[in-house]
């Protein structure tokens, strides 16, 4: 069973910056794409950024395009979002991912992301004040 536990969120005046970490546990870290999703109160869950288990290949949704890196260590099974220029309409409770994808469609840039699959943390909130 795949367990992801999240850190790192806050609250943090816009412009600022935070880090978030995701520890991955339970399965074999490569065999897995692992990914960022956010949910704002009244709102569905959204992707905003995805790597594959080496760090090589990375995918970011557009409204964070520029502002969001997302990196991956794997040697410690952690993969982190450093979220720079932040705005208030980045508040929202952010959750880790991981979908299983032992054939790397991810590395290849065929991995469609789905608030739908996978397994998933607990969830940090991060709150932007204006």
């Known amino acids: 069973q795949v367990q992801l536990v999240e850190s790192g969120g806050g609250l943090v005046q816009s412009g600022g910056s935070l880090r978030l970490s995701c520890v991955f546990s339970g399965r074999t870290f490569r065999n897995y794409a692992l990914g960022w999703f956010r949910q704002a109160p009244g709102k569905e869950r959204v992707f905003v950024a995805g790597?594959?288990?080496?760090?090589?290949?990375?995918m970011y949704a557009d409204s964070v395009k520029g502002r969001f890196t997302i990196s991956s260590d794997s040697d410690k099974n952690t993969v982190f979002l450093q979220m720079d220029s932040l705005k208030p309409e980045d508040t929202a409770v952010y959750y880790c991912?991981?979908?299983?994808?032992?054939?790397?469609?991810?590395?290849?840039?065929?991995?469609?992301?789905?608030?739908?699959?996978?397994?998933w943390g607990q969830g940090t909130q991060v709150t932007v004040s204006s």
């Open positions: 790597i594959n288990w080496s760090g090589s290949t990375t």
């Open positions: 991912n991981a979908y299983y994808d032992p054939e790397g469609r991810m590395e290849a840039g065929g991995l469609e992301w789905s608030a739908g699959a996978g397994y």
